[in-house]
């Protein structure tokens, strides 16, 4: 994968992954002024966040270490922190504490 | 006034950087591990800065799958920043300009924009341009390190840290998540929507198979809806 053309190509492709990823980022950000959204629309862009934190947690987080019971052990943990204590990196670092203890007792 | 926003966002960062520099170094290594040229790993995460399709685009060019399908990979992967641009745009400071905006579009991922949408700040109704700034910065600026450490220093993490860094995002998604729907009933519903339409995607065996940014689209959009349909105005603002 060393070779002049290829090597070429890759970086022609690193700027398409980047153009099409770039784009669908700016387009509302630069565009949307241009309208007035009506109530709703702008009702659903708020729940937007919550449920896109839903999904993207949940069924992946299973999978997010070599080991699902770990990472179980470690979201629960960092769920029970978020509950009592409300600060991010403090849940942050449960989560890992859990999922490595779970590991270093376990496995 | 302008640099205390600018530091407040480098700081309301940090756990992003915290959860992107391990996954980061996973990428590093893969990248190497695949003999992927270093300049081109190093430049991707300067350009692309977006993780999932990165390590899908490294994953496929070491299955020697053409330019175009792995672009139309990246494309669907990412396609979800979209939803969260708009989103997104609601909430922060009016009038700013094109070359302003246009930054801001590039630091947009899962993790700026999820903590970006539950950050309320004292004095400020919309969330100013310093602050969204310095929060996407340091997350770049930790994927960044990441991204070399894992090329440059390789192995360096004991397998039972590495193995365990896989959960840091998530629990980061579930600090956000949690105390926002444990003030309000409605968010729970549909973050829960979410979690049940993204699982029967995947489960469902009639429903077409779908890659997982589609997935992930599919089922924000859905429990959005539903969202709109039965929650009243009131209950979350």
């Known amino acids: 994968m060393t070779s002049e053309p290829n090597l070429f190509r890759i970086f022609i492709l690193v700027i398409g992954m980047s153009l099409v990823t770039y784009i669908p980022r700016a387009l509302p950000m630069l565009f949307l002024k241009e309208f007035r959204l009506n109530p709703s629309v702008e009702n659903f862009l708020k729940l937007i966040p919550y449920a896109a934190l839903g999904a993207l947690i949940f069924p992946e987080i299973l999978f997010s270490t070599n080991h699902m019971a770990s990472s179980v052990t470690g979201g629960i943990l960092a769920a029970v922190v978020a509950y009592f204590k409300g600060n991010l990196l403090i849940a942050v670092v449960a989560g890992i504490f859990g999922t490595v203890l779970y590991q270093w007792l376990f496995l | ?162 193995n365990s860094m896989g959960i840091a995002l998530y629990a980061m998604f579930i600090g956000l998540l949690v105390p926002a729907v444990r003030k309000s009933i409605p968010l729970l519903f549909v973050a829960l929507i979410a979690m049940t339409a993204h699982s029967l995607l995947i489960l469902l065996p009639f429903l077409p198979s779908l890659s997982s940014g589609w997935n992930v689209v599919i089922a924000t959009i859905l429990a959005s809806f539903i969202g709109t349909l039965i929650i009243e105005k009131e209950a979350f603002q």
Request: without cysteine; proline residues 3%.
């Open chain 2, 1 to 162: 006034m302008k640099r205390t926003m600018l530091i407040q966002g480098l700081k309301a960062g940090i756990p992003i950087a915290l959860g992107y520099i391990p996954i980061a170094i996973a990428f590093g290594i893969l990248s190497r591990a695949e003999e992927i040229p270093i300049e081109v790993s190093m430049l991707m995460s300067l350009t692309v800065f977006a993780g999932a399709s990165q390590f899908v685009a490294v994953n496929l060019l070491s299955l020697g799958t053409g330019i175009g399908e792995v672009i139309v990979t990246t494309f669907i992967l990412n396609f979800r920043h979209f939803l969260m641009s708009a989103s997104l745009f609601q909430r922060i400071e009016k009038n700013l300009t094109m070359k302003k905006l246009s930054v801001l579009s590039f630091g947009i991922t899962d993790e700026t924009f999820s903590l970006a949408s539950v950050t309320e700040l004292d004095h400020e109704e919309r969330l100013p341009f310093n602050y969204l700034f310095g929060l996407m910065l340091i997350s770049f600026f930790a994927w960044n390190v990441g991204t070399w450490i894992g090329l440059f220093m390789g192995n360096i993490l004991p397998t039972l840290i590495q």
